[in-house]
């Protein structure tokens, strides 16, 4: 490395949040490297981002670059275009890093044949801190059970964000889930990773954050889910076991209750032939089962149906007795998320959940079928659903009301069920904020 070059360039961008960018630039500056960039883009605040006063040590050399606006997408493009370092991470300005994480990333990257070193994290919701340690067989495996870290856990080499074009600006991310695609993008491209199991970045997710809004995240994912099916189907990749595929779109399939999109694509995975334990297949070939025994519509009936053919023509691998450490086994990824629930919650939860006079879901989705399902069994109806993004005061989900918290009067609220894995901890905040807090039945271990 040539003397005076960079070893990173760091990419904050920056929309209308001046107060919390202090916290994220000293976050950077206590990085323990020997030469750091900081590109801060503004990507069109009112009123303009300014750098605040801080002691930028002699190795740093801190720039403010500004632009229109035009999304996180284009100002991080901005900032790929002028950055100098030899390697490239992004920090988004209303999160965090730990002092050691880039000395850590670097030092993973420096002795391996990988290109992209991925560090654990913290997420703040609310006010619980949930952690998290990428673990994976590889990168593209894992991506296709999804997003497997937020952005600033990864650090790239500059070659090859600049290699995939940096982040999309087209209308398949839409302003959401870019970091997902981007990630997609550089694994089919065959950039390998390393993971450092330890805590390095901080995840402010904010209850207005654009990740918050699910319905526009979930489709948002099944465009991307879909290209990158599409790529590997035309290139005929041998990277991926197709049970991996099949796992992450059933996940997906559900989340989103978007099973048409994906009923279009099933047929073209018969022509990968790729050998899986018989365990793996096992497994989940009865979820499978079970969903279809569910299925009430008749896209959803034919999704499972196509997903029950495809297993039964997985080529099996007799010698391959254990399962590989890929996310397609770890404990989020099963669709029937049985593992969320405390036996004994669970079974107060139902109790008082039976003789509520007024029971509302929280939430729309994967989670509130699985409660609706449940409940319906147990004879008792629920008054509607609340969602976050109801925009239109006649929308009905599942046949019922579906109304915004502010719509929902408090004396109309007995009891209220959390449909919601990411968002709980910021559900319950809402509750408690309102004073409501303790009309929760909870069913998960907090």
Known sequence: MKRGSMDLSIIITVY??????????????RQHIEALEIIVVDDGSEPAIVLPSLDVPSHVTLRLLSKSNGGVASARNLGISEAQGHFIKFLDCDDELLPECCSLQLSSLEPSRAELSIIG???????????GIPKFDTLLQALFQGNVA?????????????????????????QAMEDYDFNFRLALAGVNAVTV?????????LANSRSSNTNKVHSANVRILLNA???????????????????????LAVQSQDFCSFIKIL?????????SSQLMVSKFSLQVQSRLELAKHVDEKEFWILQKQLLSEVKLDPLQSLSPPGYALRPASPPLAAHYFDGVLLAKA??????????????????????????????????????SFVSDDG???????????????????????????????????ILSERQLDHRILHYVTI
């Open 267 to 275: 047929p073209s995975l018969r022509q990968m032939v790729v050998e």
């Open 121 to 131: 994290y913290k997420v703040l919701q609310a006010d619980k801190w949930v952690q």
């Open 197 to 205: 199991h330890q805590t390095g970045v901080l995840y402010h997710r």
């Open 16 to 29: 209308n949040q001046q107060h919390y960018l202090e916290r994220a630039l000293l976050s950077c500056l």
């Open 395 to 429: 929308t009905t989900y599942k046949g019922l009301p579906c109304l915004g918290l502010s719509k929902v009067p408090d004396h109309l609220i007995e009891h209220v069920i959390i449909c919601s894995r990411d968002s709980y901890f910021t559900i319950m905040h």
């Open 150 to 174: 937020p952005l600033h856990s990864f650090m790239y080499r500059t070659e090859d964000v600049r290699m995939v074009g940096g982040f999309d600006e087209t209308e398949r991310t839409l």
């Open 229 to 251: 099916i599409e790529t590997v189907v035309m290139s005929r990749s041998r990277q991926v076991c197709l049970l991996d595929l099949l796992q992450g779109i059933a996940l």
């Open 350 to 387: 139902l109790a008082k959940a039976s003789g509520s006079k007024a029971l509302w879901l929280w939430g729309t989705g994967m989670w509130a079928d699985y409660w609706l399902g449940m409940l319906g069994s147990f004879g008792v109806q629920p008054v509607g659903f609340i969602d």
